[in-house]
């Protein structure tokens, strides 16, 4: 089985609605399983911040997987 973690749809606007997963066992058809990181209320992650390009990785000596996401503020001046 393949993942794909992508943003969740903002819908013409740049702030951070979440991270949603997906998975393939063809790399064609796509089965849509959840949003795994959801936006927070405030702070790192939150709707006012402009989060994307999530990565995961397995950590192999914690045997946990983890995500990394680019954050920057809402104009992206910060980053």
């Given amino acids: 089985i393949w993942y794909w ?5 903002r819908y013409m606007k740049w702030y951070f609605e979440g991270v949603n997963c997906y998975s393939s066992a063809d ?7 959840g949003t795994v990181l959801p936006a927070s209320g ?13 990565k995961v990785l397995y950590n ?4 946990k997987f983890v995500m990394f996401v680019t954050e920057c503020s ?3 001046s910060d980053g």
Avoid: I, M
């Fill in 60 to 63: 192999d000596s914690t045997k």
């Fill in 42 to 54: 405030t702070g790192h992650l939150s709707h006012n911040k402009v989060a994307y390009r999530p």
């Fill in 5 to 9: 973690f992508g943003e969740k749809p």
């Fill in 27 to 33: 790399l064609q058809s796509w089965k849509f399983e």
């Fill in 74 to 76: 809402g104009d992206c």
